[in-house]
């Protein structure tokens, strides 16, 4: 069926050749909000009235010839970026009731580009899931199949982006939860190089490996929004100071001789059948336009999932210790004194993700455990950066393509009383964050249940263009990324 709201780079035609005006294109996503959204739960707020004016301002001032490169454009950001004045609650009881006082970087860059907030997106409890049921605001629901979770922990934006609610999304990225929802719900998710894209203002889950990235329909409006959103920024110390390369002018390279790295880690064990299928067809479209496809080897791979699971919770314990009940937050009824006030703060206001990450990370970190757990992860993390850094430099290759979650979107509650098992839907994602890589996921087909399945493509470091670039030309000879779900109210 054709898709109801437009993609990026359609409705910023549109809107320069006056076919449709802001608040037409705004008022068509709330609209499909009010329709759709008591089913998906994609969104936590929305913020109709500002996201109105903010399009008639765009509209005045595109009408005095003023129009940033996303002027007029109705976008969706996850729960966690600081907007200020407007709730932020990162999808836990802690920050129910947080108003910011000051705005995060992606965001100001977002609007001064003229975009429009429409409101923010449902996702797992501080970004800690794959499937977004630990959400205290409940889960979100796949848009091709309800019973099933769009993934996580961007599924609100996922869903979102997937079901037409607005035209493109932002969501972040610690151990896949940009990539791995845009495979479950048939969109394009990218995660920039660590340090590309600004942190500042995006609530901390594990520092060392955050990133924000853009959630769009295809390659084209994630490399408008790369561009917006990438670049240097004082604010965050961890933040790149290199120039932006012009990644929309990027797209049509040919990529004839590119070399795709396959890593035969990735399609061993774990991987369903139907996906299998689909990315091998898909490396056939690689060849067909005269791709390389060369073989290659990431040993230490089988180890992502144990070493992130010890850097991810001991940063996480370390950030979440400030929320105490005293500056920010949630607190606790008539706390006896101040023991029982952090107690009671912190069990009231967390869930049990949540808590069971800061146990984790805490016991990982505490002094007669840290050689053996936290420093042993950061030396095996070196490693699986050096794997990415050998094959890209032994095999001379452009980019490296694996699928990007091991199955499909699984049905809700399936995997929630099993922590490991859903820690294992990150499998194929994890190394690139540990690694610092840029990557993204784009669709390449559907199961025989109808639920769509996506591929991973791997970049060098700060060499987003050359996956954007690589993504592009799939796209542009497949179109399973224009293909959307029937969802009706
Ligand atoms: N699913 C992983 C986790 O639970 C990754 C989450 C993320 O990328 N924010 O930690």
């Known amino acids: 069926m054709d898709a109801p709201i437009p993609t990026l780079a359609q409705a910023a035609r549109a809107l320069a050749a006056r076919e449709v005006s802001s608040v037409e294109l705004t008022r068509a996503c709330l609209t499909r909000i009010e329709q759709l959204d008591s089913t998906l739960n994609a969104f936590i707020t929305v913020d109709a009235d500002r996201a109105l004016q903010t399009a008639a301002v765009s509209d005045q001032a595109r009408a005095r010839g003023e129009a940033g490169p996303l002027a007029g454009i109705p976008m969706a950001i996850k729960d966690l970026f600081c907007t200020e004045g407007l709730r932020t609650t990162c999808a836990s009881r802690m920050l129910e009731n947080f108003i910011p006082p000051y705005e995060s970087t992606v965001t100001a860059r977002l609007r001064a580009a003229g975009a429009v907030i429409l409101g923010k997106t449902n996702m797992d409890e501080f970004a800690m899931g794959s499937s977004n049921e630990t959400s205290y605001f409940g889960p979100v629901r796949n848009p091709w199949d309800t019973s099933r979770t769009p993934g996580g922990s961007s599924g609100g934006s996922a869903a979102a982006v997937a079901a037409g609610l607005c035209v493109a999304a932002i969501g972040t990225d610690t151990g896949g939860s940009i990539r791995q929802p845009a495979a479950m719900t048939g969109i394009t998710g990218l995660k920039p190089t660590y340090g590309r894209v600004s942190r500042f203002g995006m609530i901390a889950f594990a520092s060392s490996l955050d990133q924000a990235g853009p959630m769009t329909r295809d390659i084209r409006d994630a490399a408008m929004l790369l561009q917006v959103m990438a670049g240097h920024d004082p604010l965050d110390s961890t933040s790149i100071d290199t120039p932006v390369p012009d990644y929309v002018a990027a797209l049509d390279r040919p990529v004839r001789e590119w070399r795709i790295g396959v890593p035969e880690e990735y399609f061993s064990t774990g991987l369903h059948p139907e996906a ?205 990324h224009t293909v959307t779900p029937g969802i009706s109210s």
């Not at 290659?296 to 940063?315: C, G, N």
């Not at 004194?337 to 069971?356: C, I």
């Not at 993390?381 to 430099?393: K, N």
Request: neutral net charge.
């Open 276 to 480: 299998r299928a689909a990315i091998e067809t898909a490396l056939e479209v690689y060849r067909g336009l005269g791709a390389v496809i060369v073989p290659v080897s990431l040993p230490y791979t089988q180890h992502a999932i144990p070493t992130y699971y010890i850097i991810a919770p001991a940063e996480a314990s370390s950030n979440l210790a400030r929320y105490d009940g005293i500056r920010f937050g949630h607190r606790c009824d008539q706390p006896k004194d101040l023991k029982d006030l952090y107690a009671r703060t912190r069990a009231e206001g967390f869930g049990p993700e949540v808590k069971r990450r800061i146990m984790l990370g805490t016991y990982v970190l505490s002094s007669g455990y840290y050689d053996a757990y936290y420093r042993k992860a950061q030396r095996v993390r070196r490693l699986i950066a050096d794997d990415f850094s050998r094959a890209f430099r032994d095999h001379e290759l452009s980019v490296i393509l694996t699928p990007t979650a091991p199955e499909c979107a699984f049905q809700l509650g399936e995997k929630n009383q099993d922590p490991v098992s859903m820690y294992l839907s990150d499998i194929f994602t994890i190394n690139v964050n540990l690694a610092g890589l840029p990557a993204l996921s784009l669709p390449c087909g559907f199961d025989a249940a109808g639920l769509p399945i996506g591929f991973q493509l791997i970049g060098r470091p700060l060499d987003e263009s050359a996956i954007l670039t690589m993504g592009h030309a799939y796209q542009q000879a497949s179109d399973w």
